[in-house]
């Protein structure tokens, strides 16, 4: 599965993420998407504004990096029947390499996304993760009760780049 974003959109992702909180290690948000390519045989998933979780929406839980509140899930579902958007749960490992979701994200994040998948059936939904220089993406396409892996991230824009999830 391909994905596409703009620099510019890219960017202030990562200024977001990049944010201090007044308690949570670390902050999340949510990648709008549409869904393209739907009749082909490799899907793209073009990821196209961002919603941030407002500081208000943290829970206060050292156990966690982050941990938003019901308003903030209620707000991504809301979204997504106003809009028919996919969304993709985002946050931000600040190192360089290939991040990996740890425990808590594994356990935690794929309930929400079903959700997601269970409001809005049409669309494809996810996690994408990023580091200081690539990234991972996880899509559920519609009609799938598996994930699918991005095979990259293309960052569209001057420069041009690619967060490859693999090494190679």
């Not at 208000?56 to 579902?77: E, K, L, T």
Request: glycine share 6%; proline share 7%; with cysteine.
């Amino acid at each position: 599965m391909k994905f596409r974003i703009r620099k510019s959109l890219y960017d202030r992702v990562l200024d977001d993420l990049r944010r201090p909180h007044p308690f949570a290690l670390e902050r999340v948000g949510f990648l709008t998407a549409k869904l393209g390519n739907r009749r082909g045989s490799d899907l793209i998933v073009f990821l196209a504004d961002y919603i941030a979780v407002p500081d208000n929406q943290y829970i206060n839980d050292r156990s966690v990096g982050a941990r938003m509140n019901s308003d903030a899930i209620r707000a991504a579902m809301q979204h997504i029947l106003n809009t028919q958007d996919g969304l993709f749960h985002v946050h931000l490992h600040d190192w360089s390499g290939i991040p990996e979701l740890g425990y808590t994200d594994r356990m935690e994040i794929p309930p929400i996304v079903n959700s997601f998948c269970n409001v809005g059936p049409s669309s494809a939904h996810g996690i994408v993760l990023l580091s200081s220089d690539k990234a991972m993406a996880l899509a559920w396409p519609p009609s799938s009760d598996e994930p699918v892996p991005a095979d990259r991230i293309t960052v569209v824009g001057y420069p041009l780049m690619f967060l490859e999830m693999d090494d190679e």
